[in-house]
């Protein structure tokens, strides 16, 4: 079975969650490491993960009830928001969504909460702990349970695997859109990035494959392919899209296959 390893200090502040911690080390096949530089700390409440040696930068950990999510479901705009216009979201028109590159799920948790169904991939074990235990929070949610249990599904996979086996199984219904957000190596004097970006490109590091993932997202979808890049960035794999839709500090690059319908 394809899975990465990682090493990583792993502890619980809360005692009654110590098996709970057990499962999660277990499913994920993370490797306990007391001199990692990297904790994954299980709380009364979430999973959090931070870095030991730059404590300034905090901790991470997946809410999708509250906070910047939370607020974002509420008063981001609904299907005015740059991300729905680029995956297709109109009148009567529900696009299915994989995201290849899922992280911690935002952008996947505002796409379903204006009713798509979406396919979340995460490949690296932390990120795919964090996110699932926002998940399991967010499915305890009475305000949200509801859609988060039937439109947002998750996959711990390589994204190139899951490309493979919806090309070569023809019993498998394919994406109307594949949404890709690639890690992307920061632009050289530009100014610190956000605390929470810097901690994850330093566990993740720079997505490698993201062109040979393109490639593939483009034979694969039915409808479009999504790619989001600082507005800094070259096209990826130097493919002009079809249309940009921008932000201030990102764009989102639409590859049009054929109309939504």
Not at 59 to 83: E, M, N
Request: proline content about 4%.
């Amino acid at each position: 079975m394809w899975r990465i390893q990682v090493h990583i200090a792993l502890s619980c502040d809360a005692p009654e969650r110590a098996e709970a911690l057990v499962k999660i080390t277990q499913d994920w096949g993370l490797i306990h490491d007391t001199d990692a530089i990297f904790s994954l700390i299980l709380t009364e409440w979430f999973l959090e993960l931070r870095k030991r040696d730059e404590p300034k930068l905090g901790a991470v950990h997946v809410d999708l009830s509250g906070g910047y999510v939370g607020y974002r479901r509420k008063f981001g705009g609904g299907k005015k928001q740059p991300i729905a216009k680029a995956v297709g979201l109109n009148k009567g028109i529900r696009p299915t969504v994989l995201d290849a590159t899922a992280g911690l799920g935002r952008d996947a948790f505002v796409l379903a909460s204006l009713g798509c169904t979406v396919m979340m991939v995460e490949r690296h074990p932390v990120i795919g702990a964090l996110l699932e235990d926002g998940l399991k929070r967010a499915k305890l949610d009475a305000n949200i349970s509801g859609w988060v249990s039937e439109r947002m599904l998750m996959k711990h996979a390589s994204s190139y695997d899951v490309f493979m086996q919806l090309m070569n199984d023809t019993l498998l219904k394919r994406p109307d859109v594949i949404y890709l957000d690639p890690m992307y190596p920061h632009k050289k004097k530009s100014a610190l990035a956000k605390k929470e970006m810097r901690m994850l490109r330093s566990l993740v590091g720079t997505d490698m494959d993201a062109y040979d993932l393109f490639a593939l997202a483009y034979a694969l979808a039915t409808k479009r392919i999504v790619v989001k890049r600082p507005n800094y960035a070259k096209f990826l794999s130097e493919k002009i899209p079809s249309v940009q839709i921008k932000t201030k500090n990102n764009r989102f690059d639409v590859y049009v296959k054929a109309p939504m319908r």
